[in-house]
């Protein structure tokens, strides 16, 4: 059950800046009066609606509950108990304001205002304002008696006072659960329709592999034959080159030591030829000359003629090194020129032998590709290997298979929990269960308002009224205050339903110029007397402009003016 405590506001509607607060919960019953326009519905019919749901009871624009001489600062407060903890609303505009406090500390806001707001109705109110308007507030203004909404409306309000809100969120979960598992069934079937191509597909290569793989191995065995014949030729032919090769090495050898010990005779030669020039050019220019070069003297004949025999001896050893040199140097060239020959050869064979290596190297690698080409096909040859990767393909599918027996299972199993869920279903059972109950506590109510007549409602939520010695007519067929009288013993049944549910239980009924219009004085009396049995159990407050013939009735009044333009409660008595 909600226990509403107390409502305040400020800058809201007509009213100023400073709080005003009405107490929820202390009285019994409550005459609320006041000339027309000083605030009695602001106070307590908008203010409630506006601080629950974010929007007036009345068809009013939400910027207009900010008081317009104010311009700001519009707050709305309210205070209530639920299950053992306090909670206080607090609701604004300019600036906008939406906070729920729990024993104290704010509920988490980082949800959307309007993500905030249902779990504020589905977690903490229990209903919403549709249930709220029926339930707890009975007003001329902007109130639609439950007997003229339409069916589905009316299933609404019912579903949402025998708590079947929650088959209905579980029938959402289920028609969730059973759209998942409609993918998850077109998944399974098409991997069950995927494993099954497999399996067709391996007993069909095994089949091939049966009749084509010897064929292929045999050919490959050929190939391998050739090119390993070819590789033992290639390397006699490259073995009788190395033998060649290292016999023209020897040989050539021989010939590299000779250049190499004479390698320095060219110069040698070079430097006594050149020597043998300038010792000629001297003995001509002693026997030319009988000045000295050396010193420019004139030299004795005697001296002259030891000079030119000194060179002479010495042009003559000079010769003979020349000689000497002119021999060793052409065995030099003779033994380069064999040396360059044997080079020439050699050359040509390492040229040969590369090429023949090639070809072997080339024909090692053909034959190592063919020979894992022939394992491959050996492998993919072994049919015992091929026919275990078939029954493990198979069991596979069988697994998919069995999966996918089990999502259909599941589905059916959900397809029956959905039809229950339904409104045909239990929903349905549930509303026939409580149908009889409605009535009673209609024509109940009807009797304690003096209009006896027989109110039946379907399982459709469609009404049949019948009167004695009357056929059956409508709702519409009554007067006002017949129709008056309906509004209130539904409302009231609306009330008893909820407290049997605990939907809509609370401490607080609404009345507002109930009895300011079409019900009669037999009406009103019996109205009040109705009130008056149930003020132990809620506070009552009757929003009327008839204080002088109604205030003894209650236990207590409120009275509202409006002063420069702000309206106040002027008396609580």
């Not at 019919?45 to 009345?58: A, E």
């Not at 409302?491 to 008893?496: G, S, V, Y």
């Amino acid at each position: 059950m909600i226990e509403f405590l107390t409502v305040r506001f400020k800058n809201f509607g007509s009213f100023g800046n400073n709080f005003s607060e009405i107490d929820l919960n202390t009285r019994k019953t409550t005459l609320v009066t006041g000339t027309n326009g000083h605030g009695k519905s602001f106070a307590l019919l908008d203010s409630l609606c506006f601080g629950l749901f974010g929007k007036p009871f009345r068809p009013i624009n939400i910027p207009q509950l900010v008081n317009s001489i104010n311009g700001k600062g519009c707050v709305v407060e309210i205070e209530f108990n639920k299950s053992g903890s306090h909670y206080l609303v607090r609701r604004g505009l300019s600036p906008k304001i939406f906070e729920i406090h729990k024993n104290g500390e704010m509920i988490d806001q980082n949800a959307k205002t309007k993500d905030y707001q249902e779990m504020f109705e589905e977690q903490i109110l229990g209903f919403d304002y549709s249930a709220f308007k029926q339930v707890v507030i009975l007003g001329k203004s902007n109130f639609i008696p439950f007997m003229q909404l339409t069916p589905a409306e009316r299933r609404k309000i019912i579903e949402g006072l025998l708590d079947l809100d929650i088959l209905a969120d579980m029938n959402q979960y289920v028609k969730g659960q059973l759209g998942s598992l409609k993918v998850s069934i077109a998944e399974n079937e098409s991997l069950v329709k995927i494993s099954h191509e497999k399996i067709k597909a391996q007993k069909q290569f095994i089949d091939q592999v049966k009749t084509h793989n010897a064929d292929d191995i045999k050919i490959i065995d050929e190939k391998i034959e050739s090119f390993e014949a070819n590789i033992k030729l290639s390397k006699s032919e490259r073995g009788e080159f190395a033998k060649q090769l290292e016999k023209l090495l020897g040989e050539q050898s021989k010939y590299q030591k000779t250049v190499q010990s004479l390698k320095d005779v060219p110069l040698m030669l070079a430097k006594t030829e050149a020597l043998e020039t300038t010792l000629k050019e001297e003995i001509e220019s002693l026997k030319t000359s009988a000045t000295c070069k050396c010193c420019g003297q004139e030299l004795p004949l005697e001296q002259k003629q030891k000079h030119i025999q000194d060179k002479e001896t010495k042009l003559l050893e000079c010769q003979k090194a020349i000689k000497i040199a002119q021999d060793k140097n052409q065995k030099l060239i003779e033994a380069q020129s064999q040396y360059n020959s044997y080079k020439e050869e050699i050359d040509t064979m390492n040229n040969d032998i590369v090429g023949i290596n090639y070809r072997i190297g080339n024909g090692e690698e053909n034959v190592k590709r063919l020979q894992k080409e022939k394992k491959d096909k050996q492998a993919s040859s072994n049919i015992s290997s091929l026919e275990e990767s078939l029954h493990k393909s198979e069991s596979e599918k069988q697994e998919l298979t069995n999966t996918l027996q089990t999502l259909i299972n599941e589905q059916i199993h959900y397809d029956v929990v959905y039809d229950i869920l339904k409104d045909g279903g239990l929903k349905s059972r549930i509303i026939k269960h409580y149908v009889p109950i409605i009535n009673g506590l209609v024509n109940k109510f009807l009797g304690k308002l003096n209009l006896y007549v027989d109110f039946t409602i379907d399982e459709e939520f469609k009404e049949t009224i019948k009167s004695r010695y009357r056929d059956a007519f409508s709702y519409s067929s009554f007067s006002e205050g017949e129709k008056q009288r309906i509004d209130l013993a539904i409302l009231l049944t609306w009330r008893e339903v909820a407290k049997m549910k605990n939907s809509l239980n609370c401490n607080l009924l609404i009345f507002d110029e109930i009895l300011d219009s079409s019900l009669d004085s037999s009406g009103t009396e019996s109205f009040l007397k109705l009130l008056n049995k149930m003020k132990n159990k809620c506070s009552i407050f009757i929003i009327s402009h008839k204080a002088d013939s109604l205030v003894d009735k209650f236990d207590s009044s409120m009275q509202f003016e409006k002063k420069n333009n702000f309206s106040k409660i002027k008396a609580n008595i």
